[in-house]
């Protein structure tokens, strides 16, 4: 087979769908068999992954200059214009396109990931350009390509509800977490990081983008609710701005307990782990996810998880979180406290949330994908020896 994978969309602060490409790429590459091509097209200034293609003789990279395309508008106008020459001249079989878009007029069979239906099921979580483009390529990808992905059953079963179950090849590829996740973070190397990232213990930790969807400020308020029966703790909100997040930095600004809220922004992967690990609690009370990476991340580093009882949250937490209802500022404030006082809760949740999280491997996600690949190449070579 002779794949391409498409990451021009990925941005160079790996987040949500950046962690999933660089995954399932890296543990693609282990399974290819000899006879196999991958093909990685991806931003000339994408370090990280230039840096790894370098080392392995069956990938064959393929730069787009940022300089141009890292701007929307144009990356678009390569995808629909440049891209299907590209896959021609490469005598590319199968094209997987990793966040919705993709080429519209394509000489060779589509894979496209779905990571949520959010556009159609809370389109006002969204900017207005994202409500007009995703959409629409989600359509086209339900009905004209030849394969779709999507990252829940949750996923699955909102698109189908919504549109149907199509004859277009439709699979179920979970992502993952990395090996790192499980391994105990030194104590030291987690002084260190929240010492230089000035957090104090103990906290209450939110990962994720500032966005309406993620409910960061209700979990303020919740904080706020028994912030003064814990008057130790503090909120740490860990995670770069998304969109429309001035309410957010509003209600930090204006809360009684802002002196104990602190937001980091962005953080590295370096820095991830340790401060993960030395929270006393993670929530995340998202009102809708695709998937829910933090969460997963969460429980497998061993810490007690409480997020949200909605979408695929319930599907990824499995018994190992405390699953509460998101819009109920009452109920996540409960559920805070009941972690923050019940140790045996707390170590129940801990036990299981490890043992959940040991189910979703890069590994799986990889074999999942490229069994995908298999089949659709398989279909395409009955059709062209007819």
Known sequence: MRILIDTTQIPLARTGVGIYAENLIKEIAVILRP?????????????????????????????VPSRFFRNRIALALYEQCILPWVLLQNHIDIVHSLHYTFPLFCPCSRIVTIHDMTFFLCPQMHTRSKRVVMPFFIKMALRYAEGVLFVSESTRK????????????????????????????????????LSRLKVKVPYILYLGTLE?????????QAFE????????????????L??????????IEQSPLKHRILRLGYIASEDKLPLIAGCDLMAYPSLYEGFGLPVLEGMAAGVPVVTSNVSSLPEVAGPGAALIDPFSLEELAKAIETVVENRKYRDSLIVAG???AKAFRWEKTAELTYHAYKTMYTVRSLTLSQ
């Open 225 to 240: 609710l028994i912030g003064n029966k814990y008057p130790q703790h503090a909120l740490v909100i860990a995670g770069g």
């Open 158 to 193: 909102d698109a189908e509800r919504m549109f149907g179950p199509e004859s277009n090849l439709r699979a179920v590829t979970p992502l993952g977490v990395e090996e790192a996740c499980f391994a105990v973070v030194p104590q030291q190397s987690k002084k260190d990081t």
């Open 35 to 63: 006879e196999d091509t991958l093909f990685l097209l991806i931003q000339d200034d994408d370090q990280s992954l230039r840096m790894w293609i370098s080392k392995h003789a069956q990938i064959r990279p393929l730069h």
């Open 354 to 356: 490890k043992q959940q």
């Open 212 to 220: 309406p969807r993620k409910n960061v400020l209700r979990l303020i």
């Open 242 to 251: 998304g969109w429309n997040y001035k309410p957010t930095l509003d209600a």
